[in-house]
Structure formats: structure tokens, C-alpha cells
């Protein structure tokens, strides 16, 4: 088991070695979009609007223009797996630290983001 301080850098090589670039299919994005929505998942709209959810949160930045705000995809992934890396003060749950996603998953979920 890594230890708190090697896992940024594990969380790097994960992102840069494993799952190498997704093609943006309509399935992948609608794979995503059942993820980023999901209750028991990423939950994106607890915290976010999002232009077509229900009941959106407003406690984080709302989720649009999102390859203008994240043009580096790594930089996104990063974000929805652990936006603490970024900002320790971050409130976003650290997603995948918490084993709530996979790296997968997260591939999925920035698919669907970059549709927004």
C-alpha cells in the first residue's frame, strides 16, 4: 500500500501509463454522463450545474465550457479524481483516493464533460 506521499505520483503514472486516450463514441459519453450523474457514483450535480440536470447543485463552479477551462485532458482527469492535488482546500471528494471511481471511470466521465 502507497503511503499519502507517494500517491500524487502514483496518481500520475496511473493517468499517464493506464488507459491510454478514449475516442469520444456517443456510447463512451453516454457511459459518462450515467457516471458524472449517479447518485452512488460522481454525483457532479450535488455539487454543479450541469445545463440539462435536475435539481443541480451550487457549490461548485458550474460544469460548462469545459475543454476551454480544462484544454490539458490530463489536467481534467486529475480534477475529477482528486482535486485536492490542486487545491488541498478543494471540497470535491477526492474520487478516486476514495476508490469511489476508477481510472476508467473518470476516462468516461471527461468524455462526457468535454461534450459540455
Given at each position: 500500500?502507497?503511503?499519502?506521499?507517494?500517491?500524487?505520483?502514483?496518481?500520475?503514472?496511473?493517468?499517464?501509463?493506464?488507459?491510454?486516450?478514449?475516442?469520444?463514441?456517443?456510447?463512451?459519453?453516454?457511459?459518462?454522463?450515467?457516471?458524472?450523474?449517479?447518485?452512488?457514483?460522481?454525483?457532479?450535480?450535488?455539487?454543479?450545474?450541469?445545463?440539462?440536470?435536475?435539481q443541480p447543485g451550487n457549490i461548485g463552479p458550474p460544469l460548462l465550457a469545459m475543454k476551454l477551462r480544462f484544454p490539458e485532458r490530463d489536467m481534467l482527469k486529475i480534477q475529477v479524481?482528486?482535486?485536492?492535488?490542486?487545491?488541498?482546500?478543494?471540497?470535491?471528494?477526492?474520487?478516486?483516493?476514495?476508490?469511489?471511481?476508477?481510472?476508467?471511470?473518470?476516462?468516461?466521465?471527461?468524455?462526457?464533460?468535454?461534450?459540455?
Open positions: 500500500m502507497a503511503s499519502k506521499s507517494q500517491y500524487p505520483i502514483l496518481l500520475v503514472l496511473l493517468f499517464f501509463c493506464g488507459y491510454a486516450g478514449s475516442a469520444n463514441s456517443d456510447d463512451q459519453v453516454a457511459q459518462g454522463k450515467a457516471l458524472a450523474t449517479d447518485r452512488s457514483k460522481g454525483n457532479c450535480l450535488a455539487c454543479h450545474m450541469i445545463e440539462d440536470g435536475v479524481c482528486d482535486a485536492t492535488l490542486r487545491n488541498p482546500n478543494s471540497r470535491m471528494p477526492p474520487f478516486c483516493r476514495h476508490r469511489i471511481l476508477s481510472e476508467e471511470e473518470v476516462e468516461l466521465i471527461v468524455d462526457y464533460l468535454y461534450t459540455l
